[in-house]
T-cell receptor, first 115, second 109 residues
């Protein structure tokens, strides 16, 4: 099992460009999440999904959109990148609440720089 | 809102015991987790407390007191490889997590 994978690992964008980050999991998890992590900060939840075809806003959703067309994939989109979106982005997945100690499994991260 | 407070940095020597505290103010709270992160890599799950009391997993233990909105992670027999950042995280609906800012643990020889 590959677990949670993220594509790409690194990316540099110019202000105003768009891009999509891909997260894939092979553990058949229902729930998936996107976080961002900035220096000196914990992880902050951007958007999450509790199942195929569903998405919901987290703590810092502005400037991002997501889609969960397939259970195993969760896409994070930046329509018009801004320097404030320079960050490390982590995807995570978990089984439903009450299963497996509510553990979330994280991908290796995508390091995004917006110039 | 949700907020968690934990120390920014803790130092200790190999073989020692260290405790990382976490206080929280969250609505809809139903549990506290701890995650470890090495050098900006993927965070990995350490422990979860859904009920008051102590949970032990090898060298690591975690404690929760709901009445005090307080928890801690206890690391025993510290090793150099334990140098990492440790995050407490509170659980609310749909297993969404709110993370603290993290505690950097530095273990010296």
């Amino acid at each position: 099992n590959a677990g949670v994978t993220q594509t790409p690992k690194f990316r540099v964008l110019k202000t105003g460009q768009s891009m999509t980050l891909l997260c894939a999991q092979d553990m058949n998890h229902e729930y998936m999440y996107w976080y961002r992590q900035d220096p000196g900060m914990g992880l902050r939840l951007i958007h999450y999904s509790v199942g195929e075809g569903t998405t919901a806003k987290g703590e810092v959703p502005d400037g991002y959109n997501v889609s969960r067309l397939k259970k195993q994939n969760f896409l994070l989109g930046l329509e018009s990148a801004a320097p404030s979106q320079t960050s490390v982005y982590f995807c995570a997945s978990s089984p439903p609440t009450g299963v497996s100690y509510n553990e979330q499994f994280f991908g290796p991260g995508t390091r995004l720089t917006v110039l | 809102g949700q907020s968690l407070e934990q120390p920014s940095e803790v130092t200790a020597v190999e073989g020692a015991i260290v405790q990382i505290n976490c206080t929280y103010q969250t609505s809809g709270f139903y549990g506290l987790s701890w995650y470890q992160q090495h050098d900006g890599g993927a965070p990995t799950f350490l422990s979860y407390n859904g009920l008051d009391g102590l949970e032990e997993t090898g060298r690591f233990s975690s404690f929760l007191s709901r009445s005090d909105s307080y928890g801690y992670l206890l690391l025993q027999e510290l090793q150099m490889k334990d140098s990492a950042s440790y995050f407490c995280a509170s659980h609310s609906g749909y297993s969404t997590l709110t993370f603290g800012k993290g505690t950097m643990l530095l273990v010296s020889p």
